[in-house]
């Protein structure tokens, strides 16, 4: 069975820290790169991060030096370190498959606000 939980989302001030959290089911995880992506309110969904199996990562501009992306292939776990959070990276959250080709299945996502 498909399935993906994110968790770890929150209220947060500027300049805060969070590490969110994607349990994927092994068929999705099994050496496949994942990829964190999130949507913003009115916006289309973006990809944040991504990372390989073998534990390669690429970080979306917006959000270099200051995102990191990881993996634990025994937990099917991956995760992503948000610090010096701004108000920009309110949205939902979610991981997944990337690339997300004919992905039909997404998990819930986690929501992620930054404000004062």
């Known amino acids: 069975q498909v399935q993906l939980v994110e968790s770890g989302g929150g209220l947060v001030q500027p300049g805060g820290s969070l590490r969110l959290s994607c349990a994927a089911s092994?068929?999705?995880?099994?050496?496949?790169?994942m990829g964190w992506y999130r949507r913003a309110p009115g916006k289309q969904r973006e990809l944040v991060a991504r990372i390989t199996s073998d534990g390669s990562t690429n970080i979306a501009d917006s959000v270099k030096g200051r995102f990191t992306i990881s993996r634990d292939n025994a937990k099917n776990t991956v995760y992503l370190q948000m610090n010096s959070l701004k108000p920009e990276d309110t949205a939902v959250y979610y991981c997944n498959v990337w690339p997300p080709v004919g992905v039909v299945y997404w998990g819930r996502g986690t929501l992620v606000t930054v404000s004062s």
């Open positions: 092994g068929s999705i995880f099994s050496n496949n790169a």
